[in-house]
């Protein structure tokens, strides 16, 4: 057992999150510290978790290929045995148990395979993400050597027809990539289509069938990928679950948001889901949390010493979390009229990560534990109340000569509808660490620009000796730090600065790490990483049902509140900067949308 790796395709630039990179790079050494294994039961979609612990080199072949178990996850650690290096500190001061780096990793390479199926494979989000995506793991070297993609869905196209649809939408992501056509053409190769019902069982085994033929007799692992409307999920999970699960590896199922529309259907929905699924196995996908920015708002916050101590009501006066986009519904609009920015947006993407910004310390980095806080920050928040809340809707405008739609000229929207393509809110932890800090978001359609950042606005300086040299607006003058999730991904930290020269003069600057400056690596894709993620069975970036119930819990009543009163939107220009409503909310909390001069 010279080198687990050898015949592993695990890519390096996966979310390795505590230790380095190198732990599922290839060509190099690798001791097992702690191992989890899954004990087959054929009668049982999913498989109960056994750990077992070796500290010591995992010499024998014997337990990793126990009959009837599958190793899932393992503490891998290179080039030397990790008594040694958890004696030195280096993964970690806390116990290996807790300190598992959950990677999925089948260790029996050669005998197991994934099997990928993308449900609604002819779907918008199949061709704009999920193939893409997965040619990106695939060129990345981070999918298993063994895997097969299948698309399945009602249209009826053949495996060459498939091919030629994703074969428009995948690129390489940098120009220049070396062997890029050839890469394509490989993948190509390993994907299939099945035509089928969500509904028919029948379908489902036939797919089940072909499944099997690619497997070729290994350990199978499957995940289904529901990129279907969700009046169909059960429908599809069913079937899945009874007639294409695995029996002797994992079957795991990625859920595509919405996750209902209110509390009840929310649960309605998990309750069904749970009919054919262990908890463990849903993993309910929220695209934002794959974002590059927002994976790294916990390193910028816990692994520096200077953001963690002012990280409260006492430092902070208010965060902005702010989304914008500079288009309409164009073409979601039968989608999005059920919906409404709050739900498509607000409850999920925006809260999401107003979760993993105010959580306190987790535990560790394991999944559980960020969940964990994640849900106690949710819980300890307000609910929303109608004065908190702003909403529009974009009307038509003509600009340069050119007019653009109303959202009500979709044809798939009703004309009278209500449904608000703008929201801005003010939302309350009601927690030691953050009691009073106005929360404050905003979200928007066809908007002026597009952006998604964070914006932490910092209370003044108290007996600044330097108020004079700003004049009256002590606002002007506080710092604040900007996470731009996208576009121009940056962090940068607004100062107050000593203009050069003889006078003294001050003005704002920015220190400013824009990624594009400081990395030439290029940023991967939100869906790279989940469904990297999801195969590797890390859940941290997913979200758990209890998580998902103090969300709705949180928007419900004013939704249910908007609905009943039919209430009338705040009716903005297309390309504008949205309703003034929201500058009214922010005064009320002395708060100024944060913008950039
Ligand atoms: N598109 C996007 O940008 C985003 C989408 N999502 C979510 O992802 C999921 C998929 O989205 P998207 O690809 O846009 O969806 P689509 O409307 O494109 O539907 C996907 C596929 O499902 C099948 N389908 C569509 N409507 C029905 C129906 N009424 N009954 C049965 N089958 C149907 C169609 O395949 P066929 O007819 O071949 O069976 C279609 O190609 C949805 O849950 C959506 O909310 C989430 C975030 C962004
Ligand atoms: O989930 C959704 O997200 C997209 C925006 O995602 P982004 O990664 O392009 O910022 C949004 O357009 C869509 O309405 C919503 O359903």
Redo the contacts with the bound molecule.
């Keep these: 057992m010279a080198s687990l790796s050898s015949s592993t395709h695990f890519c390096s630039s996966s979310s390795a999150y505590s230790n380095s990179s190198s732990l599922r790079f290839n060509h190099h050494h690798y001791y097992i510290s702690n191992l989890e294994f899954s004990a087959i039961s054929p009668k049982h979609l999913g498989s109960k978790k056994i750990s077992l612990q070796s500290n010591s080199r995992p010499s024998s072949n014997a337990i990793l290929m126990q009959e009837g178990a599958v190793a899932r996850t393992a503490t891998i650690v290179e080039n030397e045995p990790p008594t040694k290096k958890l004696k030195d500190g280096l993964l970690s001061a806390s116990s290996p148990e807790k300190h598992k780096e959950p990677i999925g990793f089948d260790v029996n390479n050669d005998k197991s395979t994934v099997s990928i199926t993308v449900v609604?494979a002819?779907?918008?989000?199949?061709k704009?993400?999920i193939f893409p995506a997965l040619f990106a793991l695939y060129y990345e070297d981070c999918l298993p050597e063994h895997f097969s993609i299948f698309g399945y869905?009602?249209?009826k196209i053949s495996d060459a027809e498939l091919r030629n649809m994703v074969s428009k939408t995948l690129t390489c992501r940098i120009d220049k990539r070396e062997n890029c056509g050839e890469k394509m053409e490989q993948f190509l190769k390993r994907c299939f289509y099945h035509s089928g019902q969500?509904d028919s069982k029948e379908n489902f085994v036939e797919l089940d069938e072909k499944l099997k033929e690619h497997e070729g007799g290994r350990v199978s692992n499957r995940l289904f990928y529901l990129?279907?409307?969700?009046?169909?999920f059960i429908d599809a999970v069913r079937c899945a679950s009874v007639s294409a699960s695995s029996v002797n590896g994992w079957t795991r199922v990625i859920v595509?948001?919405?996750f209902g529309r209110d509390s009840e259907s929310s649960a309605a929905l998990t309750r069904s889901l749970k009919q054919y699924l262990e908890e463990d196995q849903i993993f309910r996908i929220d695209?934002y949390l794959g974002k590059e920015l927002v994976e790294n708002l916990s390193v910028l916050r816990f692994s520096n010493l200077i953001f963690e101590p002012l990280w409260s009501r006492q430092y902070i006066r208010n965060v902005q979390f702010i989304f914008s986009e500079d288009f309409g519904t164009e073409g979601?609009g039968g989608?999005f009229d059920n919906y409404g920015i709050i739900r498509d947006i607000m409850q999920n993407h925006l809260l999401q990560i107003l979760a993993l910004f105010a959580m306190e310390t987790p535990v560790s980095l394991d999944a559980e534990d960020i969940r964990n806080e994640k849900v106690k920050v949710l819980r300890s928040m307000r609910t929303l109340s109608m004065d908190d809340v702003v909403i529009g809707q974009y009307k038509s405008d003509t600009k340069g000569g050119i007019t653009y739609p109303a959202y009500t000229d979709d044809k798939t929207v009703p004309k009278d509808s209500l449904t608000p393509t703008f929201a801005a809110a003010a939302l309350f932890i009601d927690n030691a660490r953050w009691d009073g800090v106005p929360f404050l978001m905003k979200a928007g359609k066809a908007l002026h620009d597009r952006r998604a950042e964070i914006r932490v606005q910092f209370r003044h300086v108290p007996g600044n000796l330097y108020n004079r040299n700003f004049g009256t607006d002590l606002d002007r003058a506080t710092n604040e730090l900007v996470i731009r999730v996208q576009p121009d991904e940056a962090i940068y930290l607004k100062i107050n600065n000593k203009v050069p020269g003889l006078g003294m003069r001050l003005d704002r600057s920015n220190l400013n790490l824009l990624y594009k400056a400081r990395y030439s690596k290029e940023i991967p894709d939100a869906y790279e990483r989940l469904l990297l993620d999801a195969i590797e069975g890390e859940r941290r970036l997913f979200i758990r049902s209890d998580e998902l119930d103090a969300a709705w819990a949180l928007f419900t009543p004013l939704l249910k509140e908007l609905e009943d009163k039919r209430l009338i939107p705040e009716y903005y220009p297309y390309g504008s900067r949205g309703p003034v409503g929201a500058h009214y909310l922010s005064a009320k909390y002395n708060v100024k949308w944060g913008v950039d001069e």
Excluded: F
């Design positions: 609604g002819s779907g918008d989000l199949a704009k993400k869905a009602r249209s969500y990129s279907i409307p969700p009046n169909i595509e948001k919405p695209h979601r989608y």
